[in-house]
C-alpha cells in the first residue's frame, strides 16, 4: 500500500483502494542517530466502503380509532446492524430502535401521514421518508350467542346465556330481543330469561361499533313441559 509516513511527528496517513479490503500488513522502523533500529508490525483490517442501509417495503395501512403497531424492517449492504429514529409522524406515534412501531390512532387520522425516519448503521445514517395510509373503519363486530342446555329449555325454569361480540376497533354496545320484547344484558353479555309458556322463541342479537358498523344474528329456543311424556295422538 501507499502510505506516507511523518517522520518527525510519527504520523502515518492511508487510503485504502477498493482491491485492499481484508488485513493489511504493516512494519514500522524507528533508526536512532547511531543507526539503531527498532521495528513494529501490525495489520489494519480495511472494511468495505460503508453503504447506507435501506427501508423494506411501507408500513402497513392503519384503521383510524384502532390500535396500530407494526414491525418495520431495513437491510444494511454490509450486514452491519441498523437501529431506527423517529423524526417527524403523526402525534402520538412511537418508534423504537428495533423498528417496532405504536399508535394510538383516532378519527381525526384518516388519510395519508407522512412519516420520516432515520436508519443508522455503525459509520453512518439516512433520512427516509415514508408514509402510513389510515383508512376508515368499515368492519363490523363479530357476534356469537351461546344459549344453555343446546337452545331446549324446560318449562318453569331459566334460559341462560351469553351474547359476546368483538371488533377490530372497540364495541359500541350490545343489543338483544326476544320476540320483539327488549332483553337485559349484564356487564359481560350474560341473559336470564323465565320460561314461562311451552312454545319456540327467537332470540335477537345485534353489535355496533363506533363507526355505526353492525351485525345482527338470532337464535331460536324451545320451551318444553318436562311432564308432557305423551305422544301426540
Known amino acids: 500500500p501507499e502510505v506516507a509516513l511523518n517522520s518527525a511527528t510519527g504520523e502515518l496517513s492511508w487510503t485504502p483502494s477498493s482491491d485492499q479490503v481484508g488485513d493489511v500488513n ?26 447506507l442501509p435501506k427501508l423494506i417495503g411501507t408500513p402497513a395501512e392503519a ?20 437501529d431506527f429514529e423517529l423524526l417527524d409522524g403523526p ?30 448503521d ?12 389510515v383508512i376508515a373503519d368499515e368492519e363490523a363486530p363479530s357476534l356469537a350467542i351461546k ?7 324446560d318449562l318453569d325454569s331459566y334460559l341462560e346465556g351469553t351474547i359476546t361480540a368483538r371488533d377490530n376497533v372497540a364495541v359500541a354496545s350490545i343489543e338483544a330481543e326476544l320476540d320483539g320484547v327488549p ?7 350474560n341473559i336470564s330469561l323465565p320460561t314461562d309458556r311451552v312454545d319456540s322463541f327467537e332470540l335477537v ?18 320451551v318444553a313441559d318436562p311432564n308432557d311424556v305423551l305422544a301426540p295422538t
Do not use: H
Open 26 to 51: 504493516f512494519v514500522v522502523s524507528a533508526i536512532d542517530a547511531r543507526g539503531l533500529t527498532a521495528d513494529q508490525a501490525y495489520t489494519v483490517r480495511v472494511r468495505e466502503e460503508n453503504r
Open 63 to 82: 384503521v383510524a380509532g384502532a390500535f396500530y403497531q407494526e414491525q418495520l424492517l431495513a437491510v444494511d449492504p454490509n450486514g452491519d446492524p441498523v
Open 91 to 120: 402525534d402520538g406515534l412511537m418508534l423504537q430502535s428495533d423498528g417496532s412501531l405504536q399508535w394510538e390512532t383516532n378519527g381525526d387520522d384518516l388519510g395519508s401521514r407522512p412519516l420520516q425516519i432515520v436508519l443508522r
Open 122 to 133: 455503525p459509520f453512518g445514517c439516512t433520512a427516509i421518508e415514508t408514509t402510513i395510509n
Open 147 to 153: 344459549l344453555s342446555d343446546n337452545g331446549v329449555i
Open 183 to 189: 332483553v337485559t344484558l349484564d356487564n359481560s353479555g
Open 205 to 222: 342479537a345485534k353489535a355496533t361499533d363506533a363507526q355505526g358498523n353492525s351485525t345482527e344474528i338470532s337464535r331460536t329456543y324451545r
